[in-house]
């Protein structure tokens, strides 16, 4: 946001209603629309920080759930005992880290790369992180579960979308209200994830 612009709706009801980002209204929709969480589930939480998308899932998934919260910066929000945050660096971490931390029933991932204002350079870095963040959920996503994750709109992303269709029963492609009108920004989900992922 500008300095001195007067925040959009969606920044003003985020700090009214105490949580860490308006994205969190893109995750609620995108469940809304889906039906992505439930109660019990246990989620892997890739780029969580500053922690909106987590907030707004401690409830979903409950205490009889579990969430791992992943980013290279700390978590800017409180949370319960059954979310543990983690920091590391999702890109160099190996992928037998992640399928220990598992098995999962949901990933998501918002992670965004440092924009260049370069848009093909900027679309090119999100495909990497999204290809990355596939990876993650073949190492340990349990058979039927759900993937999300941001992807700025490029020449990679159909070859992205087609990785997805090979590993989940549905894939859907959303741009939810809360994201700015000029973005390029889209979300990839993957519902009902097929029991043997594809070899690279």
Same mark, same amino acid.
């Not at 969430?67 to 945050?85: E, F, G, H, R, S």
């Not at 890109?91 to 965004?112: C, I, N, Q, R, T």
């Not at 992807?151 to 590993?167: D, S, T, W, Y």
């Given at each position: 946001?500008?300095?001195?612009?007067?925040?959009?709706?969606?920044?003003?009801?985020?700090?009214?209603?105490?949580?860490?980002?308006?994205?969190?209204?893109?995750?609620?929709?995108? !469940?809304?629309?889906?039906?992505?969480?439930?109660?019990?589930?246990?989620?892997?939480?890739?780029?969580?920080?500053?922690?909106?998308?987590?907030?707004?899932?401690?409830?979903?998934?409950?205490?009889?759930?579990?969430?791992?919260?992943?980013?290279?910066?700390?978590?800017?929000?409180?949370?319960?005992?059954?979310?543990?945050?983690?920091?590391?660096?999702?890109?160099?971490?190996?992928?037998?880290?992640?399928?220990?931390?598992?098995?999962?029933?949901?990933?998501?991932?918002?992670?965004?790369?440092?924009?260049?204002?370069?848009?093909?350079?900027?679309?090119?870095?999100?495909?990497?992180?999204?290809?990355?963040?596939?990876?993650?959920? !073949?190492?340990?996503?349990?058979?039927?579960?759900?993937?999300?994750?941001?992807?700025?709109?490029?020449?990679?992303?159909?070859?992205?979308?087609?990785?997805?269709?090979?590993?989940?029963?549905?894939?859907?492609?959303?741009?939810?209200?809360?994201?700015?009108?000029?973005?390029?920004?889209?979300?990839?989900?993957?519902?009902?994830?097929?029991?043997?992922?594809?070899?690279?």
């Amino acid at each position: 946001m500008k300095p001195g612009a007067k925040p959009d709706r969606f920044t003003a009801r985020a700090h009214q209603e105490g949580f860490a980002a308006r994205s969190v209204y893109k995750l609620e929709e995108i !469940d809304r629309r889906c039906r992505v969480f439930r109660t019990g589930q246990r989620v892997l939480d890739l780029g969580a920080a500053p922690g909106s998308w987590t907030q707004w899932m401690v409830p979903r998934v409950g205490g009889k759930g579990a969430i791992v919260a992943v980013d290279l910066n700390p978590l800017k929000v409180k949370v319960p005992a059954y979310v543990q945050a983690m920091q590391f660096d999702v890109l160099a971490a190996p992928l037998d880290e992640f399928a220990k931390l598992g098995p999962f029933d949901v990933v998501v991932s918002d992670m965004a790369p440092h924009t260049s204002g370069v848009q093909d350079a900027d679309a090119a870095r999100s495909a990497e992180l999204v290809d990355r963040a596939i990876d993650i959920a !073949d190492a340990c996503l349990a058979p039927g579960g759900h993937f999300v994750a941001k992807i700025f709109q490029g020449a990679e992303f159909e070859a992205v979308r087609k990785r997805l269709r090979e590993r989940y029963e549905t894939v859907r492609v959303l741009k939810p209200e809360a994201s700015r009108k000029e973005s390029v920004e889209i979300y990839l989900v993957g519902l009902g994830r097929t029991v043997k992922a594809p070899t690279p």
